[in-house]
């Protein structure tokens, strides 16, 4: 099965996949980038696909029977044999429209066909096809004002240079257009067509600008008038060549990720006043791929280093004008980022990382006016990884005798200065750190005796800036010896280096409002990682649809089980689901365990929820203490009526569900196994009701409603002797009466962790049908919500950029504390909490005092402390000269008398 989140198409040769970013942002782009868009697709089309691996049918056999079956229930349902071949696409093209296209994979004769009659939906051959068509591409819908919208549907023939078939009435009728180049007239072929998704009569077309090389497309600009003349001529214009990515930024800009054809360096480009006159403006170079969603577009650039390219990941507003560099608690080897929101104010984004050591053998050149030796020495293992071959030589400060460095009163001013030390009566890091606030840019520590040893540190200690090596008690002597003689620098000279990955890391970080500064809160996050071209990492995440802010993940805890969190806040606090309500304890420490993307894989269905059905979430689950394959044998269907806060146990085994009329009815169909019938509700799963839609027991192979989850109808269809058949339920002969006031009540999200019902800042009371009141809403219902603000407590706020918290799953995850592996961004005072973005809680005068209270932040020398952090503006501005140190000569002497004065005194 597909994934939710993207469609597959074939563009210019390679397959490709087609991402469907927020409101209707569709784009191109290459498999295997380091940056990935896992948002889930707001889309208004309803589309599945599925495979029959049985023989084709003949023409004879497509003509479309109807039969009627008897049922319980007080309606019946009419199946029909389908039109298609051994695969076919089924499309329910826009809300609030019956209309329905089925296209088969048969390319040797005409192949899209068209129902408008849900009750009875014979498919016809699609009025003005009169060729093979391999594939389609719909517009968001287009509002006129009239009842029901339609939408613009594009078709692509099979035949290259036939031009495009156009339907301005969701499929109804089609027309045949041209394509030709204005200079020579000679025909235009397009591989696929990204749509404007606030104007349908303009989209960018999509062909390969290289032969060699099928990831490289020509982007053109196809501006057709509102109703295109039938067999009409139209020019695209050429926006583009050699695009690995594409995307619309807004109705009038594009965004576009070129390749050069001399150096093959890429750059992000900007397109605006999108017309024959229309100007690009290169905003970054080096750039891998951008992701389009939310408030934020994200870009991943490559930077060079020592062993192989790194990828950095850059944000910008919406408008895409100026980025910024991010900043991550952790930098790493083969940095992967993926997107999984960004659509409330905050970005969620997943960072893979490769922790890897780099090794070398370490020298001290020690030089002291034409004196000069090599000791050999050991790095410190809880400092930065040293790259370099040389380290720019450093003044040698020495004690006349053993000095420890464990009081730092005791220690001068060693600024830009290598200092030696003695090993013993506290720790390596105490040393180090020590050094550091007092300026040292390195440390020697001289050992007890003439072996070399490891330095390391407690898991939670701040780890120094400065890198420290161990020299043996031997060699520790002679340099204190000599350099008491006359001033001496040093020289760290590495030698073999070598790079070794130990493991790879995934966590889930939550952004500030900026999308700038993120923070870690979900460790261990459930990822897959794919290796064929056709995809990219899975990530177990889910977004609730139907309430704001809540997300449900797999992770790995520290016992190496998978278990499933849950987070109300937008991702700042997780924890285990709770138990059903309905179902007794059967162990210690069970929690109930979601099918997500991972289940996914191994045919269960993802769980179901939309923004018009507020509160209903229904999953596929487990009750256990973790999820492993043992449980996939005995799963259940569970229902959550507040949002995901209580769930009940329903169904036995593995279910596709859809929701209609607002969630007033539950459909649930067995894909796994045979079946004659579907189960419904209409009391939100507290009673199921059997109704027949196959003559016999068959295999269903997909289930299809109208998009929005707002009608009554419901699709299945099946495969049954060489044939496929299609099954029409209509709902709205069941529920024949409106609802009326007296029929509603007031649904309130309720907060388990707080005193009230208070959710991101709001307590919102939202009207929804009784699970009592067996009536229907229509299509016209509007969910009313009644909000009233709240007073803050915890669950409203997230830790600031610097903090974390040391427990990511469970009851004490609520403290925030320092983070040392984050660049911290400000040396002066620091609140380790803020609110989170969106959240309109007003915190009172003890909670702010509490929480919201800046602190006093150990930052260290100001040399190790500024972050990097960059904004790239459009058009770039040439870059600021690179901060470095330097020491002149004349400062170097400075620097020695003081030292060498000061070891006189001692």
């Keep these: 099965p597909a994934f939710p989140q993207e469609k597959m198409h074939n563009i210019g040769g390679a397959v490709l996949p087609l991402f469907v970013l927020g409101w209707g942002c569709a784009a191109i782009a290459a498999a295997n980038s380091p940056l990935i868009d896992r948002t889930a697709s707001t889309s208004y089309h309803a589309t599945h696909s599925f495979r029959m691996d049985s023989q084709a049918q003949s023409p004879q056999q497509r003509s479309a029977r109807s039969t009627a079956g008897g049922n319980s229930s007080p309606f019946n349902y009419t199946s029909h044999v389908l039109p298609g071949s051994s695969s076919a696409t089924f499309y329910w093209t826009a809300p609030g429209a019956p209309d329905m296209l089925v296209l088969s994979d048969d390319t040797s004769q005409p192949n899209l066909y068209y129902n408008a009659n849900p009750d009875h939906p014979n498919f016809i051959l699609a009025a003005g096809i009169n060729e093979a068509i391999q594939t389609i591409v719909l517009s968001e819908p287009v509002d006129t004002g009239a009842s ?42 397009f591989n696929n067509l990204i749509v404007n998704p606030w104007d349908p009569t303009v989209c960018l077309g999509i062909n390969a600008s290289s032969a060699s090389d099928s990831n490289l497309l020509n982007v053109f600009l196809l501006d057709l008038p509102n109703n295109p003349d039938h067999g009409g001529t139209y020019n695209p214009v050429l926006l583009s060549s050699r695009v690995t990515q594409a995307a619309w930024l807004t109705q009038d800009s594009v965004m576009m990720v070129t390749s050069d054809a001399q150096s093959q360096m890429q750059h992000l480009i900007r397109v605006d006043t999108v017309a024959e006159s229309s100007t690009q403006t290169t905003v970054l170079d080096n750039v891998l791929s951008f992701v389009q969603t939310g408030d934020f577009i994200f870009a991943a650039t490559s930077v060079n280093s020592t062993f192989q390219s790194e990828t950095n990941l850059l944000v910008s507003p919406a408008n895409g004008t100026d980025f910024t560099d991010t900043v991550f608690p952790i930098r790493g080897r083969e940095m992967v980022y993926s997107v999984l929101d960004a659509s409330e104010g905050v970005a969620l984004v997943v960072l893979e990382h490769a922790v890897t050591t780099v090794s070398g053998d370490f020298f001290l050149t020690i030089v002291a006016g034409t004196t000069a030796f090599n000791v050999s020495a050991i790095k410190d293992t809880f400092t930065d990884d040293i790259e370099e071959e040389i380290l720019p030589e450093m003044q040698l400060y020495v004690f006349p005798t053993t000095s420890l460095g464990c009081d730092i009163t005791t220690l001068p001013n060693l600024t830009n200065m290598i200092v030696l030390l003695d090993r013993g009566s506290c720790m390596f890091v105490d040393k180090m750190r020590n050094a550091e606030a007092k300026g040292a840019a390195a440390v020697i520590i001289v050992n007890t005796d003439d072996s070399y040893i490891r330095m390391i540190a407690p898991d939670q200690e701040q780890r120094p800036g400065i890198p420290g090596f161990v020299v043996t008690k031997s060699n520790g002597d002679a340099i204190r010896t000599a350099a008491l003689r006359e001033p001496m620098t040093v020289t760290v000279m590495q030698e073999n280096i070598s790079e070794k990955v130990l493991s790879v890391n995934r966590a889930l970080y939550m952004s500030d409002e900026t999308g700038v500064y993120f923070t870690a809160v979900l460790s261990n996050i459930l990822s897959i990682p794919f290796t064929s071209d056709q995809f990219n990492n899975i990530n177990d995440f889910y977004k609730v649809a139907s309430e704001n802010g809540t997300y449900f993940a797999s992770f790995f805890d520290s016992q190496g089980n998978i278990r499933t969190a849950v987070s109300f806040n937008k991702g700042a606090t997780w924890d285990d689901l709770s138990q059903p309500v309905n179902v007794p304890t059967v162990c210690a420490g069970c929690h109930l365990q979601l099918a997500l993307e991972y289940s996914h894989l191994m045919g269960f269905a993802m769980p179901v929820s939309a923004e018009q059905t507020p509160g209903i979430i229904v999953a596929t689950g487990f009750l256990a203490t973790s999820l492993d394959f043992s449980h996939l044998n005995n799963p259940y269907m569970y229902i959550s009526r507040d949002g995901g806060y209580s769930w009940y146990q329903s169904l036995r085994g593995a279910w596709t569900v859809r929701l209609l009329d607002h969630g007033s009815v539950i459909v649930a169909v067995s894909l ?3 079946s004659s019938s579907v189960q419904y509700s209409v009391d939100y799963g507290g009673t199921w009701n059997t109704l027949t839609v196959a003559p016999s027991a068959v295999q269903f192979a997909g289930v299809l409603t109208e998009p929005g989850a707002l009608s009554l109808i419901l699709y299945t269809y099946y495969a049954s002797n060489s044939l496929f058949y299609g099954s029409t339920a209509d709902f709205s002969l069941l529920l024949t009466t409106k609802c ?15 005193s009230d019902s208070c959710e991101l800042g709001v307590n919102r009371i939202i009207s929804r049908r009784k699970a009592t009141s067996h009536c ?29 918290r040391p427990q990511d799953v469970g009851d004490d995850n609520s403290t925030c504390v320092r983070d040392y592996n984050y ?3 400000r040396c002066e005072e620091e609140a380790a909490y803020q609110i989170i973005p969106g959240n309109e809680c007003t915190p009172k005068p003890s909670f702010q005092a509490t929480y919201l209270a800046t602190l006093d932040v150990d930052c260290g020398p100001s040399t190790t402390t500024t972050p990097a952090v960059t904004t790239h503006s459009l058009p770039p501005s040439p870059p600021p000269s690179p901060a470095t140190t330097t020491t002149a000569a004349g400062a170097a002497t400075t620097t020695t008398t003081v030292a060498a004065t000061t070891t006189t005194t001692t």
Excluded at 740 to 754: I, L
Excluded at 777 to 787: K, L
């Design 823 to 825: 660049p911290l961004t």
């Design 740 to 754: 009326g006031p007296d029929d509603y009540e007031g649904y309130v999200p309720r907060d388990p962790y707080g």
């Design 148 to 189: 029901d919208p339609f939408v613009w549907i594009y078709a692509i023939p099979h035949n290259p240079g036939d031009g495009l078939f156009l339907s301005r009435n969701n499929g109804q009728k089609f027309s045949q257009i041209s394509l030709a180049n204005s200079t020579d007239g000679t025909n235009i072929i």
């Design 672 to 674: 796994l196994y045979p």
């Design 776 to 804: 229907r809403n229509g299509q016209a219902f509007v969910v009313t919500i009644n909000s009233t603000l709240c007073f803050c407590d915890i669950n409203d706020l997230m830790c600031s950029p610097g903090f974390t």
